[in-house]
């Protein structure tokens, strides 16, 4: 690694301080177990002056339901989550999700907020510099973004110029369970739907922006299931991910609210209500119709039509996991 | 505003220390990790470092007692922690229950990532004393083993949570051996070593004056360095020296031997440009970023098919057509390069059925040693070069480096420990010759050491195979004749492809008799990284499409694979071509056996449902059966010499240059001597892999260590021992041939109680010593079949393997624990799992490697894994003293293409090429 200044945040205020006074200069460490690869591999063309230690700032370490809504403080270890009691009882996909994150000893570091504001996992943007790298992307102010012409196997279906998946699984099941997010700078506080933290070129955060909290509405469905397809377990990023939440609004009229990771840039959603009998014929239907709905701006690369029979299947065993 | 701290306090161990921030040495820099300031600043080795990308868990120590990867931990966060690391488990001289349990169970094999489980292991046990199989594997599945420990760990952890372990991997027959040692579970003499961190691999050796060896790589994949600008690096302090192509001898290595080791001309993404010595890791690595430089592209050709087409830009001059030549010296003046010989067109007209078809084994997996390459060189003018280097075969990289400086230069490899290497690390002179001519250049020892992207992009890959093939069999599973082209991609150079080819053209005739032959291979250069030695060595890739040709003939003809390569697989008094083109009549034991009692323990016969048919189905859900063979005559290849030396106290040391690299073999050779001079395994000593101190010894490839090596230091210890009983003879007045030895003494076997201790006889102010010499032999060749039972699911394309049965004969097992581990191997290595995930992504357009990093490289983890059973018959061989046969090399061999053709059957149509990932099934299911 390259050398940086290093300095701790002493509180929440000190913090946004901070990135306020340095802006693009900064970088905010947290767990650090994706910033240090940042830093290690150097595939960036920039490289921090200074590094922010957030760690100290313990106000942002809470798991608490208040007013009939679960808020985690950013700073949350995802081993943490694992294990509340919180989680557990009402929010099991939450754990779920976590179980298929990375290894133990990264979710034992790794924070909530550094799950959500990861950078991409694409290969073509990774690839580090000490192997003849880095490579000028799209994101890079290249030209195109590489994977078009390259080996997109694990890119998205629906693209906006660059083809790069949302990495984090935290995020496609708050997304699911139409969890906000607070984000914070000096003087100033907004809410984000989980989507909005997205977007095609990287997130939305100012560079004095972190995250604060997440806030879960505690209205959850009758029944929660996630699903990741990886090649390995764990370790790995996902294929293609998704949430699902089953609710009933009147007797027999059921609403299915199904998000999906791996096919673009932030968590895609459906939501499709429909009075429901348990059989085969209306789980296909019910599969038609939100494999249709998800895939309609659908644009498979050279490499990854396969997402899309892939995506047809573990849909399939999401709606069976639900009834 | 922020606060940046003065000082970082740690208590590692219960100690405390105090580090200033700063930039000088003895101080933490802010951008120093966790797991370097363990290692470099307070000099805590045992905490290993492969990765560095959190991604290995190699690193991994227990901080406020939870397991975290110091690795991806800056020193300044930690400061006020309190750190547990493998050197702090042992209280009062007292291991830790769970290192205990780690040396009973052999729970390691080069024991490189060992350090990183057991803390793990520990900080699971600590919260949870009581964790189900599952509580284990979860808890471990952050941890990279590439010699696959993994069952073996389980079964520790277990143990040291006190629950019973009921091991059923290893499946022998009760024999009545006579023997004390041999075949008794016994444990490593470096076991200690191991799980105490003690173990020192090449990072972990100590050197004054040392300068850091870095490489500035090509971006391109084919160009020509028009200017090498390094007068950036020149400017600046610490950096002592910088090696370009301008600028270094035309030093040569690979077969023929062409390729320079900096060459004006870059041929693959992250070929050498320049390399630069300098103080510390961090100034070389800023100094090599500084130089720049001209290119001038040329078109790369990055699949063998573009390489072979007319007019396609030429890797070297001196192979316009981008074909090598695929004879190899090393094997003599008639190394096998193709099979050709019988009359394959009346073979075809005599056959029942006749198969054309293709298939390629390309994923040019990396069989990736938890080790990176690394090596540590000193030149000591005029012509002395030490180097100390991480392989399994100190005096094969002395042979090799003597080629390429020439008999001037006086050489000496010493090998410490070598944390895995499954063949790759044969392949390291470039780095030898860089680090060389650096400490030439300085005066100071250089270290040149790889990163881990470094190793996935730049180093050992498995060779691409592509068989365009004929194949003619009769209903009764006899091959007719077998015809075809065979396009092995090398990648820019070979070092040993040709040598691969030979042997593996060897290996096909073992496995399958057939009076006609036609096979042409062709290796061809691609602007990629090279490919070169692994574990299998050519044989493994040749089988994977060959194997899969055969099967369709089969499928054709209803044959059942098992009846057919039982039938096939080379019989005593069958023959086969060898390495070296000459022809050799198979004396070894007959393997049906063995893979008779492999079918009935699989359960084979309820199992096979018939060619393309799912063994069962539930839901999307497919079960399908495969198997397939392998069998290498290289068990006996080459030379060994060792000597063996009697000490007066009652002890012996071996002068053997063999390196521990993960399997054992060095415990084995230690109990083979203590066997024949009736000594305990601890009053052996073995000396350092050194190639000053040991006579030449080609080195444990090939599971050659138990017949070659082991046959060595075996007749140097019945030569030092004839010696001894000749002297005592005199002093018992009987004949020697009366007489042996036991615990130090020697005794009259009719009356044991009349013995005399060796000092008597030796004296006490010398040595008796014995040598032998072993000469190669291939006549023998061992055998390996595996039985695999995978479940796809054809709604996603996933595949996972769920039993895998292996069976051999070993003729006598040396050491159960140790054998189990290499057999447990076949899942790793770039073995099985290169059939359904293991692979090397290129990009085809730019030859750019896209997955150099342990996420994107997939590997098998702790929390996936299958049943694993291996049969082991001990009939036995009459050439070996104790009539063993190796088999470790092997056991990645026919697993790839076993689960290949289970792949198949499962879902009911033929692949072409490997690995099987789920879009090629979702894709294959589609078209059916």
């Not at chain 1, 939450?94 to 990375?102: H, R, S």
């Not at chain 2, 009545?176 to 041999?182: A, N, V």
């Not at chain 2, 540590?376 to 042979?399: C, G, H, M, V």
């Amino acid at each position: 690694m390259k050398k940086f200044e290093y300095i701790e945040a002493e509180d929440l205020e000190d913090l946004l301080s901070i990135l306020w006074d340095f802006k693009n200069e900064a970088r905010v460490i947290a767990g650090g177990t994706d910033l240090l690869s940042i830093f290690k591999d150097q595939y960036l063309l920039s490289y921090p002056k200074l590094v922010v230690n957030a760690k100290p700032v313990k106000e942002l370490d809470y798991v608490y339901i208040e007013g009939g809504i679960l808020k985690i403080g950013a700073l949350t270890r995802l081993s943490t989550l694992l294990s509340h009691p919180l989680v557990i009882e009402k929010f099991p996909i939450i754990k779920e999700a976590i179980m298929t994150i990375a290894t133990p000893q990264i979710r034992n570091v790794g924070t909530v907020g550094g799950n959500l504001c990861q950078d991409i996992r694409c290969w073509y943007y990774r690839y580090p510099a000490r192997l003849g790298g880095p490579l000028i992307c799209l994101r890079k102010g290249g030209k195109t973004c590489l994977a078009i012409r390259g080996d997109n196997r694990y890119h998205a279906l629906i693209g906006k110029r660059c083809y790069a998946v949302c990495p984090s699984d935290l995020a496609i099941v708050l997304c699911c369970l139409n969890a906000e997010i607070i984000v914070v700078k000096k003087k100033n506080q907004r809410k984000l739907d989980v989507q909005s933290l997205y977007t095609p070129l990287g997130l939305s955060l100012q560079p004095d922006e972190i995250v604060k909290e997440i806030q879960v509405p505690c209205n959850y469905g009758f029944r929660q299931r996630f699903i990741k397809f990886t090649i390995r377990r764990p370790i790995d990023f996902a294929v293609l991910s998704l949430a699902g939440q089953l609710k009933f609004e009147k007797k027999d009229l059921s609403k299915w609210i199904i998000t999906f990771g791996g096919i673009s840039y932030r968590p895609e959603v459906v939501v499709v209500t429909k009075y429901f009998q348990k059989n085969e014929k209306t789980v296909e239907k019910l599969l038609e119709e939100i494999v249709r709905s998800v895939l309609v701006k659908a644009k498979p690369l050279t490499k990854n039509a396969y997402k899309i029979p892939l995506l047809k299947g573990l849909s399939r065993k999401l709606i069976h996991s639900l009834m | 505003m922020g606060k940046k701290p003065k000082e970082i306090n740690l208590f590692v161990n219960g100690k405390r220390y105090s580090f200033s921030v700063g930039e000088n040495k003895n101080q933490v820099s802010p951008n120093h990790t966790l797991a370097y300031t363990i290692r470099e600043v307070i000099g805590l080795k045992g905490t290993k470092i492969s990765c560095e990308s959190g991604a290995c868990g190699a690193c991994t120590v227990i901080m406020d007692g939870i397991p975290v990867l110091s690795c991806m931990l800056l020193t300044v966060e930690c400061n006020g922690k309190s750190i547990l690391t493998i050197e702090g488990l042992e209280k009062d001289g007292k291991l830790d229950p769970v290192q205990e349990a780690f040396i009973k169970h052999s729970a390691f094999q080069c024991g490189f990532c060992t350090p990183g489980i057991i803390m793990s292991s520990k900080a699971l046990l600590t919260q949870n004393p009581s964790p189900s199989d599952e509580d284990i594997r979860q808890a471990l599945s952050g941890h990279f083993c590439r010699c696959v420990s993994h069952y073996q760990v389980i079964d520790a952890v277990k143990e040291a949570s006190g629950k019973a372990v009921t091991k059923k991997r290893l499946l022998r027959e009760k024999t009545d051996s006579k023997l004390s040692i041999i075949g008794k579970e016994t444990h490593r003499t470096d076991a200690k070593k191991i799980v105490t961190g003690k173990v020192e691999y090449l990072n972990d050796l100590r050197f004054d004056n040392l300068l850091f060896g870095k490489i500035l790589r090509s971006s391109y994949a084919h160009a020509l360095i028009k200017k090498i600008d390094v007068s950036e690096v020149e400017k600046m302090d610490g950096v002592k020296a910088i090696l370009t192509w301008e600028n270094v001898p035309d030093l040569r290595g690979g077969t023929p031997r062409f390729k320079r080791a900096l060459d004006q001309k870059v041929r693959f993404v992250g070929d050498a440009v320049a390399v630069v010595a300098a103080e510390s890791e961090e100034l070389a690595e800023e100094a090599i970023s500084k130089i720049r430089v001209d290119y001038e592209v040329i078109d790369p050709v990055i699949k063998p098919e573009s390489a072979l087409k007319k007019g396609a830009p030429s890797l070297y001059l001196e192979f316009p057509e981008n074909v090598l030549p695929s004879h190899t010296n090393f094997f003599g003046p008639k190394s096998l390069k193709e099979l050709i010989f019988g009359d394959p067109e009346k073979g075809l007209n005599e056959a029942d059925c006749i198969i054309e078809d293709e298939f390629s084994y390309n994923g040019i997996p990396n069989p990736l040693p938890a080790e990176s390459p690394a090596v540590i060189a000193l030149w000591e003018d005029p012509n002395r070069l030490t180097l100390w280097t991480s392989t399994q075969a100190p005096y094969f990289d002395k042979l090799v480096l003597s080629r390429i400086f020439g008999k001037e230069i006086n050489i000496r490899v010493i090998s410490p420990t070598c944390g895995g290497s499954f063949g790759s690390k044969l392949m390291s002179w470039q780095l030898q010759v860089f680090a060389a001519l650096l400490s030439k250049k300085t005066g100071h020892p250089v270290k040149v050491s790889l990163t881990k992207d470094e190793h996935l992009a730049t180093f050992t890959l498995r060779p691409g195979v592509k068989l365009k093939g004929k194949i003619g069999m009769k209903k009764d599973g006899t091959v007719t004749a077998v015809s075809g082209d065979l396009i092995i991609d090398t990648g820019y150079y070979s070092f040993t492809t040709q040598a691969q080819l030979a042997v593996g053209l060897g290996e096909v005739q073992i496995m399958l008799r057939c009076e006609n032959w036609n096979l042409r291979p062709k290796i061809v250069v691609t602007n990629r990284n090279a490919s070169g030695i692994v574990r299998g060595f050519g044989g493994q890739e040749i089988k994977c499409v060959l194997i899969p040709l055969l099967c369709r003939a089969m499928e054709r003809l209803n044959i059942d694979p098992f009846e057919f390569f039982k039938k096939n697989f080379v019989k005593p008094g069958d023959g086969y071509y060898w390495r070296d083109g000459k022809w050799y009549s198979y004396r070894g034991v007959n393997y049906s056996k063995a893979m008779e009692k492999g079918a009935t323990i699989f359960g084979w016969r309820n199992k096979w449902k018939g060619w393309l048919k799912p063994t069962k189905i539930n839901g999307s859900k497919r079960r399908g059966v495969g198997v397939a063979v392998h069998g290498n005559a290289d068990v006996g290849e080459d030379v060994s010499e060792a000597f063996v030396s009697l000490h007066p106290e009652g002890r012996a040391t071996i002068f053997s240059c063999i390196t521990e690299h993960g399997t054992g073999q060095v415990s084995n050779i230690v109990k083979m001597v203590a066997e024949v001079l009736g000594l305990k395994i601890e009053d052996i000593n073995l000396s350092p892999a050194d190639s000053l101190v040991t006579p030449f010894e080609f080195g444990p490839v090939g599971s050659r260590g138990t017949y070659a090596i082991g046959s060595a230091t075996i007749a140097a210890a019945e030569n030092a021992k004839q010696k001894l009983l000749r002297k005592a003879s005199k002093l018992f007045g009987v004949d020697p041939a009366k007489l042996d030895t036991k615990d130090g003494f020697v005794y009259i076997k009719a009356n044991p109680l009349k013995k005399i201790p060796w000092h008597k006889i030796i004296g006490w102010e010398k040595t008796l010593s014995g040598y032998g010499r072993f000469e190669a032999d291939h006549t023998l060749t061992n055998c390996m079949m595996s039985f695999v039972e995978v479940e796809v699911d054809i709604d996603t394309g996933e595949t996972q393997i769920i039993e895998i049965v292996n069976a051999t004969d070993v003729g006598m097992v040396i050491d159960p624990m140790g054998l189990e581990g290499q057999l447990n191997g076949c899942l790793g290595s770039a073995g099985i799992d290169t059939a359904i995930f293991e692979e090397t992504v290129l990009d085809k357009g730019t030859g750019v490697i896209l997955n150099p990093n342990m996420i994107d490289y997939k590997w098998r983890t702790f929390a996936e894994l299958p049943e694993i059973k291996h049969v082991v018959l001990e009939t036995p061989f009459p050439t070996h003293k104790f009539h063993a046969i190796g088999v470790g090399e092997i056991a990645t061999s026919p697993g790839p293409a076993a689960t290949f053709m289970a792949i198949c059957n499962a879902i009911g149509t033929w692949l072409k090429e490997y690995p099987v990932t789920p879009d090629k099934i979702l894709e294959a299911v589609k078209e059916k």
